[in-house]
């Protein structure tokens, strides 16, 4: 079965860290570009960062550079999202997806269209 799996979010109070994983089973991710979205209430989903396998390129949302890191660990086939200095605006349910088409999804700046596979989700709240 083809899937990825989000895993690593919860509540935090503002100016904490959480850090996202991102598993991948039955394929690997290590010749995909992967992106890390989200989606708060009543707004669209917005790409956050995205990381290309065949360059390294990495790419951040103006709203979380400097704050957010991403990075891949292809023994693992798992992407992570290592999230600082967190914000009650960066609650959302943040989503990763692969997709093979890395030279777009950067391109895009993390907004392609087009990602071949999406994991469920995990909610992160930032709250005191």
């Known amino acids: 079965q083809l899937q990825l799996v989000e895993s690593g979010g919860g509540l935090v109070q503002p100016g904490g860290s959480l850090r996202l994983s991102c598993a991948a089973s039955?394929?690997?991710?290590?010749?995909?570009?992967i992106g890390w979205f989200r989606q708060a209430p009543g707004k669209e989903r917005e790409g956050v960062s995205c990381i290309s396998s065949s360059t390294g390129s990495t790419y951040y949302a103006d709203s979380v550079n400097g704050r957010f890191t991403i990075s891949r660990d292809n023994a693992k086939n798992t992407v992570y999202l290592q999230m600082n200095s967190l914000k009650p605006e960066d609650t959302a349910v943040y989503y990763c997806?692969?997709?093979?088409?890395?030279?777009?999804?950067?391109?895009?700046?993390?907004?392609?269209?087009?990602?071949?596979?999406w994991g469920k989700g995990t909610l992160v709240t930032v709250s005191s």
């Open positions: 039955g394929f690997t991710l290590d010749n995909k570009g």
């Open positions: 997806a692969a997709t093979t088409k890395q030279a777009l999804l950067l391109l895009s700046r993390c907004n392609y269209s087009g990602m071949d596979y």
